[in-house]
């Protein structure tokens, strides 16, 4: 069975930083990589970060690049992101889920596993 924990959110205050942890279960980050979503009060759930199977970076959503990074452990089974220089417009739930397959896709129907998701707000 597998399975994706988030942890790591919380508040922030605009500037500020956080670093988010996912960690998995019942599968590997080495099968065709993971990513991580955020979806907003409203909006659709969008891909922040992704990584290839082979733990090369694979995407950011323009809105992120220069501010968060995406990294992974293969000893502790984690991946994180890592999130700096925060603002408002953070603020959303964030997922981790891995995807069905190693294409590069943006959709979050192309993934198969998500985790619960963990909370970010960033206050102004």
């Known amino acids: 069975q597998v399975q994706l924990v988030e942890s790591g959110g919380g508040l922030a205050q605009a500037g500020g930083s956080l670093t988010l942890s996912c960690k998995v279960s019942g599968s590997t980050f080495s099968r065709n990589g993971m990513g991580w979503f955020r979806q907003a009060p409203g909006k659709e759930r969008e891909l922040v970060a992704r990584?290839?199977?082979?733990?090369?970076?694979?995407y950011y959503a323009d809105s992120v690049k220069g501010r968060f990074t995406i990294s992974r452990d293969d000893t502790q089974n984690t991946a994180y992101l890592q999130m700096h220089s925060l603002n408002p417009e953070d603020t959303a739930t964030y997922y981790c889920?891995?995807?069905?397959?190693?294409?590069?896709?943006?959709?979050?129907?192309?993934?198969?596993?998500w985790g619960q998701g963990t909370q970010v707000t960033v206050s102004s």
């Open positions: 889920a891995l995807p069905r397959g190693v294409r590069l896709s943006v959709l979050p129907a192309d993934f198969e596993y």
């Open positions: 990584l290839a199977w082979n733990g090369a970076i694979l």
